[in-house]
């Protein structure tokens, strides 16, 4: 079984920064092989992807972050980051891990940080 634990969210004041970190458990399971990343849902919106990295290094992210936020991951530690800098009221929203491999057909969420954005 696959268990995702997510830390990092909170509170903060618009143009601060904050820093996500997911870490993916499972009894032999390569999380290497793994697409990574995180997405968000804002209250009344749908869960929209913010960034992800796949097949490894290849990073897909949203428009509105670019410049702002910075994925990462680090495979020793089966882990995936999340910095976000510059934050603005519109990020508020609760953030989720997400780990997928898609060649098996699997996807695994967090369960998710608020992160509130608020002057």
């Known amino acids: 079984q696959v268990k995702l634990v997510e830390s990092g969210g909170g509170l903060v004041q618009p143009g601060e920064s904050l820093r996500l970190s997911c870490t993916a458990s499972?009894?032999?399971?390569?999380?290497?092989?793994?697409?990574m990343g995180w997405y968000r849902q804002a209250p009344g919106n749908q869960r929209e992807l913010v960034a992800l990295?796949?097949?490894?290094?290849?990073?897909n992210i949203q428009d509105s972050v670019v410049g702002r936020f910075t994925i990462s991951r680090d495979n020793a530690k089966n882990s995936v980051y999340l910095q976000m800098n510059s934050l603005k009221v519109e990020d508020t929203a609760v953030y989720y891990c997400?780990?997928?491999?898609?060649?098996?057909?699997?996807?695994?969420w967090g369960q998710g940080t608020q992160v509130t954005v608020s002057s």
């Open positions: 997400n780990v997928r491999r898609l060649s098996i057909n699997v996807s695994y």
């Open positions: 499972a009894s032999g399971v390569d999380f290497s092989t793994y697409d």
């Open positions: 990295l796949k097949d490894g290094d290849k990073l």
